[in-house]
């Protein structure tokens, strides 16, 4: 074979090597040039991006999942084991991502300021209680406290609006479903704060041989929980349309 040959080869597989390169390149831009909800959170959250939360609707209020809120009192003695027991729980807030909301942060302030003005009442997205419960645990078993949360969700649409355009557009919509606390009482739901008792699995009454023929309490927490929050989002942020500002866009960037 020619050397002429040979290079031409040589020409045609670099060339066709640097085609696949720049494409895979412009596959990856084209997969990063649409933020994610969690990129437009943190931009609210940092102040980056001017966020309001719209349309919101209050469902109706209903008790969370029980969860426990006391140590765990394991009875080894023959007879039963009265103990008064002190507990505290504290209930936040969690977004469709599954994002904790902090109490006080600007994300809770946007909620509640949509909610106070459609509403005429405060969004509450932290609750915290204790107190202490008196509880018989029978011989063989173990016992705590267990608490449930009155809790309500609130469904709107998130926009974001930015001074210059990010990822091609200065407007950014995006649905979510908040889970909050909600107060005692909210719609005729209570919260409940009850003593669970069951009997020792054969791991649970290994450790009777260390402790001894007695009741003691440990932090060890028993009860297994599914924590109160909304159905993960698979959702894509949504902007105005075309690459360049949208009607709306131009409107607000006008210069009078």
Known sequence: MSNSRINLRRALAVSALSAAVVAAGSATAFASSEPTIKQLMADCASGTGKCTFNDPVV????????????????????????????????????????????????????VNLSITTKYGHTWSTEHRDGGSLGMTVKPGEVGWISRAQAMREVSGTWQTHYDNPHWGHYYWFWKDTITSPAPNGT??????????????????????????????????????????????????????????PNAREEDAHRTP
């Open 187 to 244: 719609d005729g739901v209570s919260n409940a704060v009850v003593v669970k008792t069951r009997p020792m699995t054969d791991q649970e009454k290994k450790s009777c041989e260390v402790h001894g023929k007695r009741a003691f309490t440990s932090g060890l927490r028993v009860e297994k929980t599914v924590p109160d929050r909304p159905a993960p989002s698979s959702q894509t942020p949504q902007p105005g349309d075309g690459k360049s």
């Open 59 to 110: 469902k109706g209020a209903y008790l969370g999942n029980y969860h426990q809120v006391s140590n765990t009192l394991y009875n080894c003695s023959t007879s039963p084991a009265s103990q008064s027991m002190d507990w505290s729980d504290s209930v936040g807030s969690t977004d469709s991502l599954e994002a904790s909301i902090t109490a006080g942060g600007k994300i809770a302030g946007i």
